[in-house]
């Protein structure tokens, strides 16, 4: 494991920023799972470098949400009698609608408030991929969508930003 972390630290600037970007796109992982590993890549250790990832995790995070709101409720719904994606393609469509009934559930507050508080908070199972087909499922606007997806991916990036540099520094304490 350590000879992968090594192997990560080693590629060059653009290729680890790169990888931060790829992976944010990523449904179930997005920027959750990107700013840990950049700061495992060491991409962390300026505040230039810092708040550049913060920013390549954000665009990489969002780019998908257009797309998921206009195109993945039709798709899935084409596939999900198919054979071999069916299975996926059903198990997609009961996670968003399962994080549709939940934001249902909390909209006492605003559909809104209920949709960037279930994107940003970095739980399993939440994030803009599920938010936004869920959004889609509740036919919410396709703007609110986006904006409250925006609103939600900036809140995951603060709060995963920090426990990953709190994690970073706690490392370097006990290891150092």
Sequence with gaps: MTSFFST???????????????????????LR???????????????????MVFIVAIIGNMIPVPFIYL???????????????????????????KGGRKLQEKAGRGLFVALALFVGIPL????????????????????ETVI???????????IMMTLSLAGVSAFGVIAG
């Design 8 to 30: 990560l630290t080693g590629l060059g600037l653009g290729t680890r920023y790169l990888i931060v970007f790829i992976v944010s796109m990523i449904p179930l992982i997005e």
């Design 33 to 51: 799972g990107a700013i840990p590993i950049a700061a495992v890549m060491g991409l962390t250790d300026t505040l230039p470098h810092t708040v």
């Design 71 to 97: 195109f993945a409720r039709k798709v899935l719904e084409w596939g999900k009698d198919k054979p071999v994606i069916g299975g996926f393609f059903t198990f997609c469509l009961e996670k968003g609608e």
């Design 124 to 143: 399993p199972g939440t994030g803009a991929w599920t938010g936004t087909l869920a959004a889609s499922i509740l036919d919410m606007e396709f703007k």
């Design 148 to 158: 409250a997806a925006m609103v939600g991916v900036l809140l995951a990036g603060v």
